[in-house]
């Protein structure tokens, strides 16, 4: 079988980053009238490129089949609206985008961020393939185009609704298959004196911290800031600033204007960054070769927990339906025989099941009810969240599981 051809240079990819086995997509969760239907699973096998060093998977199924109904909405998790109200907060105060401004953003969601800039009279347009998403965007009074985004659509949009002075993505850029095009498309669109900010995960964390739940199907690429420099450079755009995030477990995010407008000079925290990737070693295959045995001792570590307190008699049910943790419980092979159900503020997940493993996902009420000795939070990135709501509900006699980045035991005894 000839190997993958990279996705930004095109060069053939031949080395294993990690090996997860089969899995199904992530967010296809299951309704009771397809529990004994086949079911999809595909390859989740990260390889990394020892050319641009891109980690990356196989496309198996394509954009449209993944994202057109989508099971993420991103206001249910209060921290993420949080953090996207601030982060508007801070494009008026250092870029001055307000009144008169013209703002897009790419996979918008549902309005979840854009909302924040109307009260400044900002002219807002999102873009979001998931039509179902895209519904609750329109009813929070956000323009929302469902349709994918590429150069196609970007000489459409510069056509009919001018060229942005702030271009936005927020965990897209590893959601999409054809990344040259799409960043040729950021190029196409924004206004000569625009900025673009896009936020995704640090794969520096994610290997750092052993993350590697947040592998799964819908995301095709993992980058560093050594690579997405060389792929933004190479469509015309310079990443001139640089932001360290705590969100989602470590997250870059990148601030890129025209290679040709200097207005914006690069600041002090690129060339850092490139020299603490340097030191760690992200221009080296070598450093990518140990991450898979440290995957393997984190599902030797979680088995044999949960083997013992199901041995010894303990309830145990699951916090949360995230993408991450259906990678983790497919990898770790962790179904309804060591949790029992699990639960998700999302009604759109509610009564339906996780895909692969089948567990319920239930809705947050019946945690109260069942009393467990036991609750694994899957959005391990939403810890503080969950222990701060949740975790201080005094009907709730138990103790929280952290999986990552490594086996963690929290709150009281059960």
Same mark, same amino acid.
């Given at each position: 079988?000839?190997?993958?051809?990279?996705?930004?240079?095109?060069?053939?990819?031949?080395?294993?980053?990690?090996?997860?086995?089969?899995?199904?997509?992530?967010?296809?969760?299951?309704?009771?009238?397809?529990?004994?239907?086949?079911?999809p699973?595909?390859?989740?096998?990260?390889?990394?490129?020892?050319?641009?060093?891109?980690?990356?998977?196989?496309q198996?199924?394509?954009?449209?089949?993944?994202?057109?109904?989508?099971?993420?909405?991103?206001?249910?998790?209060?921290?993420?609206?949080?953090?996207?109200?601030?982060?508007?907060?801070?494009?008026?105060?250092?870029?001055?985008?307000?009144?008169?401004?013209?703002?897009?953003?790419?996979?918008?969601?549902?309005?979840?961020?854009?909302?924040?800039?109307?009260?400044?009279?900002?002219?807002?347009?999102?873009?979001?393939?998931?039509?179902?998403?895209?519904?609750?965007?329109?009813?929070?009074?956000?323009?929302?185009?469902?349709?994918?985004?590429?150069?196609?659509?970007?000489?459409?949009?510069?056509?009919?609704?001018?060229?942005?002075?702030?271009?936005?993505?927020n965990?897209?850029?590893?959601?999409?298959?054809?990344?040259?095009?799409?960043?040729?498309?950021?190029?196409?669109?924004?206004?000569?004196?625009?900025?673009?900010?896009?936020?995704?995960?640090?794969?520096?964390?994610?290997?750092?911290?052993?993350?590697?739940d947040?592998?799964?199907?819908?995301?095709?690429?993992?980058?560093?800031?050594t690579?997405?420099?060389?792929?933004?450079?190479?469509?015309?755009?310079?990443?001139?600033?640089? &932001?360290? +995030?705590? @969100?989602? $477990?470590?997250?870059? %995010?990148?601030?890129?204007?025209?290679?040709?407008?200097?207005? *914006?000079?690069?600041?002090?925290r690129?060339?850092?960054?490139l020299?603490?990737?340097?030191?760690?070693?992200?221009?080296r295959?070598?450093?990518?070769?140990?991450?898979?045995?440290?995957?393997?001792?984190?599902?030797?570590?979680l088995?044999?927990?949960?083997?013992?307190?199901?041995?010894?008699?303990?309830?145990?049910?699951?916090?949360?339906?995230?993408?991450?943790?259906?990678?983790?419980?497919?990898?770790?092979?962790?179904?309804?025989?060591?949790?029992?159900?699990?639960?998700?503020?999302?009604?759109?997940k509610?009564?339906?099941?996780?895909?692969?493993?089948?567990?319920?996902?239930?809705?947050?009420?019946?945690?109260?009810?069942?009393?467990?000795?036991?609750?694994?939070?899957?959005?391990?990135?939403?810890?503080? &969240?969950? +222990?701060? @709501?949740v $975790?201080?509900?005094? %009907?709730?006699?138990?103790?929280?599981?952290?999986?990552?980045? *490594?086996?963690?035991?929290?709150?009281?005894?059960?």
């Open positions: 079988m000839s190997p993958m051809s990279c996705r930004f240079c095109g060069r053939p990819v031949r080395h294993t980053f990690v090996d997860l086995g089969m899995s199904p997509l992530c967010q296809t969760h299951i309704t009771r009238e397809q529990l004994n239907r086949m079911e699973f595909y390859p989740l096998h990260a390889r990394v490129c020892e050319h641009c060093f891109l980690v990356q998977l196989e198996f199924v394509g954009p449209a089949e993944i994202f057109e109904e989508y099971a993420y909405f991103a206001s249910y998790a209060d921290s993420w609206v949080e953090h996207a109200r601030r982060y508007c907060g801070l494009m008026g105060e250092r870029f001055g985008i307000g009144r008169g401004s013209r703002v897009v953003e790419i996979a918008s969601n549902d309005g979840y961020l854009l909302q924040h800039f109307l009260p400044h009279g900002v002219t807002v347009l999102g873009v979001e393939p998931a039509a179902n998403v895209a519904a609750a965007a329109v009813a929070r009074g956000i323009p929302t185009l469902t349709k994918f985004f590429g150069t196609a659509l970007a000489r459409e949009l510069a056509r009919d609704f001018g060229r942005p002075d702030l271009l936005i993505g965990n897209v850029l590893a959601h999409v298959p054809e990344l040259n095009d799409f960043v040729a498309g950021m190029k196409l669109l924004l206004g000569a004196r625009g900025l673009i900010t896009m936020e995704f995960p640090h794969l520096l964390e994610l290997m750092r911290h052993n993350q590697f947040t592998i799964y199907h819908e995301h095709f690429s993992y980058f560093s800031f690579t997405v420099r060389e792929v933004f450079r190479h469509h015309g755009l310079t990443l001139f600033d640089v &932001e360290q +995030l705590p @969100t989602h $477990g470590g997250s870059l %995010r990148i601030y890129a204007r025209h290679s040709e407008d200097e207005s *914006r000079p690069v600041a002090a690129v060339v850092a960054l020299g603490v990737e340097r030191e760690f070693g992200m221009e295959l070598a450093t990518y070769a140990g991450f898979a045995e440290q995957v393997r001792e984190t599902k030797r570590a088995l044999a927990f949960l083997i013992d307190a199901k041995r010894a008699g303990k309830r145990i049910v699951g916090y949360g339906a995230p993408g991450k943790g259906n990678t983790l419980l497919n990898y770790c092979g962790i179904g309804t025989d060591f949790l029992d159900f699990t639960v998700d503020r999302n009604p759109y509610q009564g339906k099941f996780t895909p692969g493993m089948h567990i319920p996902i239930l809705a947050p009420e019946e945690l109260i009810a069942a009393r467990p000795d036991y609750v694994l939070i899957l959005p391990w990135n939403l810890k503080d &969240e969950v +222990l701060a @709501t $975790g201080t509900d005094p %009907r709730l006699k138990t103790q929280f599981l952290v999986p990552i980045p *490594r086996l963690q035991l929290v709150g009281g005894a059960p």
